[in-house]
Every structure is written in structure tokens, then in C-alpha cells.
């Protein structure tokens, strides 16, 4: 860690209560907006955050607001794109609400361990604001409901189903890959994909939105320069490359420290709030059912039959490959550029000299948690829609050329009568 951020570390910790609060102290978890003032709730940007203790979590009854919400109450289509890749066949899923003509499409990639539906709600607020706008939210492999195995048929097209989704964490036949470079390429074939599903003869104008991992693989695809002159701007969301690596210390002993399984769906989602790992209950309605799925063949503990979809730790191996270099291509990649953090001790130095510069447009969310686009939706939106806006070519109205105002001047002073003409007497 270099003196720069160790000395944004001591500040902020100086400012720690000396006990973590408990969760008597906490604002209710139906309260669907958390009002923190802190910004240190973050302690990874690979895909969670640190919560609190989970003595008490289920300690109650699971209140009528962790009822889960369907995926149709904000996206209009859900697609699966069949891809057979050295020996492993898989079905790509994401979910998409088309644009109108002439509106743009925003791609969003969500964080490790989460799903496209993280950004749910936001997707719901981004609509609202701008209804011409289009959303396409990906599963990435080894999340939601995207499918990998080594038998299927690589023509088949059927919907999996959730429960099938989880089951390739089982096939210890399937090797999962989740680099930077295999990550990048799924999302550009899962554009491709849409935009051939779709019949668009070109790709709409496009912003690529990335959460944590997410934000690592859509710099990653904006540097590589795949989509052309189709992208208009990226936007990264609460991660940076200091202080990701920095954090990767101590991840292994936070999902050693997440409960690994849960009576209900219920109580997976109020255990997402009550931990504060979500600051939303609407947003967690939408998201966490996609996280979590029950075992159908004799669950190792039938009392706690919900585990998690997505293996964390097999991520390990990729951890430093996915952030490793990610400032630098942040600031190179060419397009608009946003930096949207839930605090401004995230900025490691060369995002901060880069700000200086005024080399992108960076946006502090402090009263959210890590999961900004599902703490903030409405916010987050809006940053979203103004940030679009600022990079719309259609939008912008060039002045004329200096040759073509010296061609009009010109013209239009051989159309006026001379002062010397005939004149009446």
C-alpha cells in the first residue's frame, strides 16, 4: 500500500466508532432508502461488502418485505444464446428491454456473485427518466441463470431453468474460467447475439455500465475498441484498481464469515438488508432471488436448504487478473468516462491525478453502500441519463466551418445590387 492511501486509511479509521454497531442500533430494514453518512461500509470491490455480525439475523420472522420480486416487473424480454466453446456448451442469459428508434442502449454488467438483476431497479428509474432508452443485463457464466455444461446439445435453444442454473457448480467435469479476457468476450457476444435476435441492422449508440468485476470487464471491452464507433461512453461503478487489490487481502475471511445457507428465500433476502449488504428492500426483491437457489435432492441441512448459486471462492484464481491494470485503461479507453463511488477514499492516485485533469466525470454517492445502483437506483439513474445526455452526438449542434461561412459571406454579396447600378432620371 503506498503512503497515499495509507494515509486516507488513517484518516477514515480514525473516524470508526470503537465498536461495530449492532443491528439494535440499525435503522429498520423496511425502510427501503438507508440513510448512512458513511462511505467505509465497503470493504471489497469484487463483488460484497464486510456486513455486520449475523448472530441475530434470523432471529425473527421474516417480515411481508422480503416477498421476492419476478424479473418481468422490469425487463420485457429475457434471452439465451446457446454458444458451444472449447468442449463446454453454454446458454447465455440476459434480460432486455428494447430501445425505441434512435435511443440508446445501456449494457450493464453486474459485480461477482451477483446477477443482471442487480441492476433492476435502476434499469426500472433509467426507463422512467428516458422511456425511448433501452437495458440489456447480463448473466455472466457462472451466475443467474447462464448455464454451462459438457453434454447439452449445442443446438438446443429451451430455457433452462433456475434450479439447472446452479447445477453446473456441481459437474466437477466443467473447469469454470472467469478471466478478464473470457468475461470481456462474453459480453461482446452477448451484444452481437441481441442485436442479430433483434433484427437492428446496426447496433444502437451504447453505454456500457459495470459494477465492481463488472466495471474491470467493461473497460476491458472499451479499450479493446470491439463495438467501434457505437460506444459513446462507459461507466464504472464503485471500484478502482488500489484500493480492489488492497481489499483482496481480506476476502477470503469475509465469505468465511457470510452465512452458506438459509432457511427460505425470505430469509436470504432480509439477511442481504438486515446485514446492510443491500440498503434497498426493493432492491433486494429483485436481485437476491437470483443469487440463492434450493436444493431439490436432499439438501445437506433440509432446515437450511437455500445456498448460494455462485462459488466466491473458486473465483480466487482470477481475482488479481480482473483489476490488475484497471486505472490505466480506465483513463486510455477512448469515450465518455464516469467514476461513481459511494466514497472518495476509493480513488487510488492515478484516478485522482486523472480527475485533476479533468479526464472523466467522477460522481460520490456517501450515503451508499458498495451495491450503489441498488442503494441509490433513483440517484444512480439519473447520474446514468445526465451522463448518456453529455456524450449524445445527435444531440450536438456543431458550429459551421470558417470555409463555409466565407463560401455564404461570398455568395450572398454577389446576390446584393451594386452601389454603382442605373439610377433613374
Not at 480527475?355 to 447520474?383: C, R, S
Request: with cysteine; net charge negative; proline share 6%.
Amino acid at each position: 500500500m503506498s503512503e497515499f492511501q495509507k494515509s486516507f486509511a488513517k484518516s477514515k479509521l480514525a473516524k470508526l466508532p470503537a465498536e461495530a454497531p449492532t443491528f439494535g442500533t440499525m435503522a429498520s430494514p423496511e425502510q427501503t432508502q438507508e440513510e448512512d453518512g458513511s462511505s467505509a461500509s465497503s470493504v471489497s470491490s469484487t463483488g460484497t461488502l464486510m456486513p455486520s455480525p449475523t448472530r441475530h439475523l434470523f432471529a425473527r420472522k421474516t417480515s411481508g418485505n422480503a416477498q421476492s420480486s419476478i424479473w418481468s416487473d422490469f425487463f420485457t424480454q429475457e434471452l439465451f444464446f446457446p454458444e458451444h466453446h472449447d468442449g463446454i456448451h453454454i446458454t447465455h442469459h440476459a434480460y432486455l428491454t428494447p430501445p425505441s428508434t434512435s435511443g440508446p442502449l445501456f449494457v450493464m454488467h453486474h459485480g461477482a456473485g451477483s446477477s443482471g438483476l442487480s441492476f433492476a431497479t435502476c434499469a426500472e428509474e433509467i426507463r422512467k427518466i428516458v422511456p425511448k432508452a433501452g437495458i440489456l443485463s447480463l448473466d455472466a457464466r457462472g451466475h443467474g441463470r447462464t448455464t454451462m455444461t459438457t453434454t447439452s446439445n449445442p443446438l438446443e435453444t429451451e430455457a433452462p431453468s433456475m434450479a439447472a442454473a446452479a447445477k453446473f457448480e456441481s459437474n466437477s467435469q466443467i473447469e469454470l474460467d472467469l478471466s478478464l479476457e473470457t468475461l470481456s468476450r462474453d459480453l461482446v457476444f452477448v451484444i452481437r447475439q441481441t442485436q442479430a435476435k433483434m433484427g437492428w441492422e446496426a447496433l444502437p449508440d451504447i453505454v456500457l455500465v459495470g459494477h465492481s468485476l463488472g466495471g474491470a470487464v467493461i473497460v476491458d471491452v472499451a479499450k479493446n475498441g470491439e463495438l467501434g464507433s457505437k460506444l459513446l461512453a462507459y461507466a464504472v461503478l464503485d471500484v478502482v484498481e488500489g484500493s480492489a487489490m488492497d481489499a483482496l487481502q481480506s476476502m477470503e475471511k469475509y465469505l468465511s464469515t457470510r452465512p452458506t445457507r438459509f432457511p427460505s428465500l425470505e430469509s436470504g433476502i432480509e439477511w442481504h438488508t438486515r446485514s446492510r449488504t443491500i440498503r434497498n428492500t426493493a432492491s433486494a426483491r429483485a436481485s437476491v432471488p437470483s443469487l440463492i437457489y434450493e436444493e431439490d435432492h436432499e439438501p445437506t441441512d433440509p432446515s437450511r436448504p437455500w445456498v448460494w448459486r455462485t462459488n466466491l471462492s473458486a473465483t480466487k484464481p482470477f481475482w488479481e487478473n480482473w483489476f490488475i491494470g484497471l486505472s490505466r485503461k480506465f483513463l486510455d479507453a477512448r469515450g465518455g468516462k464516469l467514476l461513481l463511488l459511494a466514497g472518495t477514499d476509493r480513488l487510488d492516485k492515478e484516478l485522482m491525478i486523472g480527475q485533476m485533469q479533468g479526464k472523466y466525470q467522477l460522481q460520490v454517492f456517501p450515503e451508499a453502500g458498495h451495491f450503489i445502483q441498488e442503494d441509490q437506483p433513483v440517484k444512480t439513474a439519473q447520474v446514468l441519463v445526465d451522463f448518456y445526455k453529455r456524450n449524445d452526438r445527435s444531440a450536438l449542434v456543431l458550429p459551421p466551418k470558417v470555409a463555409d461561412m466565407q463560401a455564404a459571406a461570398a455568395m450572398k454579396n454577389s446576390n446584393e445590387p451594386s452601389g454603382n447600378g442605373n439610377v433613374l432620371k
